[in-house]
């Protein structure tokens, strides 16, 4: 399942994941992001919710990264976790542990 919203201050479009972002999910997931770039805001994705994550999900993240601020919300699943350290995107996304710590860092 993905929810997306806007918040207003600060300012930030995001993207809640839940459940399994595989094969069948790309299609949305592509909108969603295509989206969240567009609205020219940092964008925050909360994975607390998701139990699995393939290929098309790190190729999105990592997309989004490269033209917005990408703030990943925790805690990561164990499956989620590994696939992130097996790619090496570890430490090119960063994971704050809530909604409320993602929001103040882009207060910063």
Same mark, same amino acid.
Request: charged fraction near 20%.
């Given at each position: 399942?993905?929810i ?5 201050s600060?300012?930030?479009?995001v993207v809640?994941?839940w ?13 969603v ?7 020219g ?5 909360d @994975? +607390? ?6 290929a098309? =999900?790190? $190729?999105? #993240? @990592? +997309?989004?990264r490269l033209r917005?601020?990408l703030i =990943?919300? $925790?805690? #990561? ?5 590994r696939?992130?350290a ?6 090119a996304?960063?994971v704050q542990?809530?909604l ?5 860092h882009?207060?910063?």
């Open positions: 399942m993905v997306s919203t806007r918040y207003p600060p300012r930030a479009f809640a994941l459940g399994s972002a595989g094969p069948d999910a790309s299609e949305r997931l592509e909108a992001f295509r989206e969240a770039v567009a609205s805001d940092p964008v925050i994705v @994975l +607390a919710g998701l139990a699995f994550c393939d098309h =999900l790190l $190729g999105h #993240l @990592l +997309a989004v917005r601020t =990943l919300v $925790g805690p #990561l699943s164990d499956q989620v976790k696939r992130f097996v790619t090496g995107t570890t430490k996304l960063k542990p809530g409320t710590a993602a929001l103040a882009l207060a910063l």
